[in-house]
């Protein structure tokens, strides 16, 4: 979790191929991806019935009703997958990047897209500020753009540079954008100066997800080299090397009181499981399995209780973080395999949001 919004990390295409700059490109699943038009419907776009139930009104997910989530909406826009998506503070509104160049803003009540925004060729990666002013939108094209959270209006360009960028996140106060991509280093920006802080290098790969501790003290990567690493942000040093996965690590998320970190594993492997740390010593703590494909992204409940995943297989599963179990399995788009994508929670619990795979995003509740 990035700041006071809830994110879903990216994904990355599951068909790859590795270029020789080490980073994954999209192969034969889907063979191309066009650039989308940003043209705001004038009537809502989702063939999906929503149910009649008012959101406001939902139960919190937990561990005990996980059972029952079902699809209350699907919003139609993106022309390609979602690599992530963050809910506002409030949880009022959604943003979504996209793999075919475009960042988009909904209105969650509707189910209308408000607003809209280019970031070519591929917008990949996606943080709020903790206040909810600033949007951070990393792409393919090695910049991190600047843009107004409430009217994706552009306001600067904070990098440009050649080499692809990932992911991003900024710290709890806001103070520091973390930066990870086809560099093989996270960089660490102080966004007061616009300066680079830190490099802190060590993994052998892409950097393909960053977040912060809850305290702001600790930030994790997840890379290509199949490790994910702790680094100590006041002495800008490794704390651990979480080792363990037995392909690239996608994904890495602290859960919100900073005990645990998860991470998940991808690519081109047969085994597809999800770790979870202990955050203070790096021990492992348990390995949770059952997916089929490889895991592109994760997300705690602000509870902490349940854990989601998301996967190539089409699924979206829940787990019970103290026990492992499988709580939930959500099919999410299972007429298209290799799907890449994120999950999220609302900031309040009651709404889970994924992506399907096909340019939709897939809201889920229980009612």
Same mark, same amino acid.
């Given at each position: 979790?990035?700041?006071?919004?809830?994110?879903?990390r990216?994904?990355?295409?599951?068909?790859?191929?590795?270029?020789?700059?080490g980073?994954?490109?999209?192969?034969a699943?889907?063979?191309?991806?066009?650039?989308?038009?940003?043209?705001l419907? =004038?009537?809502?776009?989702?063939?999906f019935?929503?149910?009649?139930?008012?959101?406001?009104?939902?139960p919190?997910?937990?561990?005990?009703?996980?059972?029952? *989530?079902?699809?209350?909406?699907?919003?139609?826009?993106?022309?390609?997958?979602?690599?992530?998506?963050a809910?506002?503070?409030?949880?009022?509104?959604?943003?979504?990047?996209?793999?075919?160049?475009? *960042?988009?803003?909904?209105?969650?009540?509707?189910?209308?897209?408000?607003? $809209?925004?280019?970031?070519?060729?591929?917008?990949?990666?996606?943080?709020?500020?903790?206040?909810?002013?600033?949007?951070?939108?990393?792409?393919?094209?090695?910049?991190?753009?600047?843009?107004?959270?409430?009217?994706?209006?552009?306001?600067?360009?904070?990098?440009?540079?050649?080499?692809?960028?990932?992911?991003?996140?900024?710290?709890?106060?806001?103070?520091?954008?973390?930066?990870?991509?086809?560099?093989?280093?996270?960089?660490?920006?102080?966004?007061?100066?616009?300066?680079?802080?830190?490099?802190?290098?060590?993994?052998?790969?892409?950097?393909?997800?960053?977040?912060?501790?809850?305290?702001?003290?600790?930030?994790?990567?997840?890379?290509?080299?199949?490790?994910?690493?702790?680094?100590?942000?006041?002495?800008?040093?490794?704390?651990?090397?979480?080792?363990?996965?037995?392909?690239?690590?996608?994904?890495?998320?602290? #859960?919100?009181?900073? #005990?645990?970190?998860?991470?998940?594993?991808?690519?081109? *492997?047969?085994?597809?499981?999800?770790?979870?740390?202990?955050?203070? =010593?790096?021990?492992?703590l348990?390995?949770?399995?059952?997916?089929?494909?490889?895991?592109?992204?994760?997300?705690?409940?602000?509870?902490?209780?349940?854990?989601? #995943?998301?996967?190539?297989?089409?699924?979206?599963?829940?787990?019970?973080?103290?026990?492992?179990?499988?709580?939930?399995?959500?099919?999410?788009?299972?007429?298209?395999?290799?799907?890449? $994508?994120?999950?999220?929670?609302?900031?309040?619990?009651?709404?889970?949001?994924?992506?399907?795979?096909?340019? =939709?995003?897939?809201?889920?509740?229980?009612?």
């Amino acid at each position: 979790m990035k700041g006071s919004w809830t994110v879903a990390r990216f994904g990355v295409l599951l068909v790859v191929m590795v270029t020789s700059c080490g980073r994954a490109a999209p192969a034969a699943e889907p063979t191309a991806l066009p650039t989308e038009t940003l043209v705001l419907p =004038t009537a809502s776009p989702t063939a999906f019935a929503r149910p009649d139930v008012n959101l406001s009104d939902l139960p919190v997910i937990t561990a005990d009703n996980a059972g029952e *989530v079902q699809q209350l909406d699907v919003l139609r826009g993106h022309s390609g997958p979602i690599f992530e998506m963050a809910f506002s503070p409030d949880g009022s509104t959604l943003i979504s990047s996209g793999f075919a160049g475009t *960042v988009r803003l909904w209105d969650i009540a509707s189910g209308f897209e408000v607003a $809209g925004a280019s970031h070519r060729p591929q917008a990949t990666g996606l943080a709020i500020s903790p206040d909810g002013a600033t949007l951070a939108s990393g792409g393919t094209d090695g910049r991190v753009i600047l843009f107004d959270a409430e009217t994706l209006e552009e306001i600067d360009v904070l990098i440009d540079q050649e080499l692809g960028i990932w992911d991003v996140a900024f710290s709890p106060d806001g103070a520091l954008l973390a930066v990870g991509g086809v560099h093989n280093a996270v960089h660490v920006w102080d966004m007061g100066a616009r300066e680079e802080q830190a490099v802190l290098q060590g993994h052998g790969n892409d950097i393909y997800g960053v977040d912060f501790s809850p305290d702001g003290a600790v930030l994790a990567s997840a890379s290509g080299d199949k490790n994910a690493r702790l680094w100590d942000l006041a002495g800008e040093m490794k704390i651990a090397v979480l080792e363990g996965h037995d392909a690239e690590v996608m994904d890495v998320v602290f #859960s919100p009181d900073g #005990s645990i970190v998860a991470s998940c594993s991808g690519l081109i *492997v047969e085994r597809f499981t999800i770790r979870l740390w202990d955050a203070e =010593t790096g021990a492992e703590l348990a390995i949770l399995e059952g997916h089929t494909n490889a895991i592109s992204a994760l997300a705690f409940t602000p509870g902490g209780e349940v854990l989601a #995943s998301k996967s190539g297989e089409g699924t979206v599963r829940l787990w019970h973080v103290e026990t492992g179990a499988e709580l939930a399995r959500l099919d999410v788009m299972p007429s298209r395999k290799y799907a890449p $994508g994120g999950v999220a929670f609302s900031p309040d619990g009651t709404l889970l949001v994924s992506d399907g795979g096909d340019g =939709t995003i897939r809201l889920w509740g229980v009612y």
